[in-house]
């Protein structure tokens, strides 16, 4: 079936701007995760949902960012007044279950590339 | 907090050559371990992963990874290199039961024809 779908696969902002990231998980997935990765670098963790509820937002680096699952499926990360520094790759992953992720591997998208200038 | 090390920034190999990564982790309890790998213009797909057992665990493409727990450490291997395992290899750790992974900062592997 088809896989985690992002979009946009790019987005170029002005510092300031408003930015939403669109995350599709594999259907039927629970476990949703975003994750963002700047140049060089590893994934970051960002935010966890366990179907619609956001149970660990520990992650995200500060008021500006936001997430939401409503309906437990589609998930949006919002960026508000975009700064320079929050260029990167946002990238989303699900996974099947609520197990330990050892049981049950998180599925990553393309991931959007976000550029602030 | 757990924290991911991968020592080796970019590695160059010939085909056929083996193939050693380095993986070192800091953290004190019970852990899951992952290799996820990410070829040119591909999303990070899971390579391998340990969670219990034989702490030799092999995954696809013919890579396996150790995990060394006196050592703090989940190196990845492969006897012999092919051009199609040119990609970008993370290590990643979570601590079992908790929700989120930690990755390495990643090794670039490029593996000359």
């Known amino acids: 079936g088809a896989g985690v779908s992002q979009s946009p696969r790019y987005k170029v902002a002005k510092r300031g701007q408003d930015v939403a990231l669109r995350c599709d998980p594999i259907?039927?997935?629970?476990?949703l995760f975003w994750y963002q990765q700047a140049l060089g670098q590893g994934p970051e963790f960002l935010t966890y949902?366990?179907?619609?509820?956001?149970?660990?937002k520990s992650g995200l680096p500060s008021d500006r960012f936001f997430a939401e699952r409503p309906e437990g499926s589609v998930s949006t990360l919002k960026i508000q007044r975009t700064q320079q520094e929050d260029s990167a790759v946002y990238l989303c992953?699900?996974?099947?279950?609520?197990?330990?992720?050892?049981?049950?591997?998180?599925?990553f998208g393309n991931g959007t590339r976000l550029t602030v200038t | 907090a757990q924290s991911v090390s991968q020592h080796n920034h970019h590695v160059i190999l010939s085909e056929a050559a083996s193939l050693e990564l380095g993986c070192n982790y800091s953290?004190?309890?019970?852990?899951?371990l992952f290799w996820y790998v990410q070829y040119p213009g591909q999303h990070l797909q899971l390579l391998l992963k340990?969670?219990?057992?034989?702490?030799l665990v092999k995954g696809i493409k013919g890579f396996e990874a150790e995990f060394i727990k006196s050592k703090f450490s989940f190196n990845l291997r492969k006897p012999s290199v092919q051009w199609s395992d040119t990609a970008e290899y993370f290590c990643?750790?979570?601590?079992?039961?908790?929700?989120?992974?930690?990755f390495g900062t990643g090794t670039r592997l490029t593996v000359i024809p």
């Open positions: 953290y004190g309890g019970t852990v899951n």
């Open positions: 340990y969670f219990s057992g034989d702490p």
């Open positions: 990643a750790v979570n601590a079992a039961g908790a929700n989120n992974l930690f």
């Open positions: 992953a699900s996974s099947l279950v609520l197990a330990g992720l050892g049981y049950s591997p998180l599925h």
């Open positions: 259907s039927g997935h629970v476990s």
């Open positions: 949902f366990q179907n619609e509820a956001q149970l660990d």
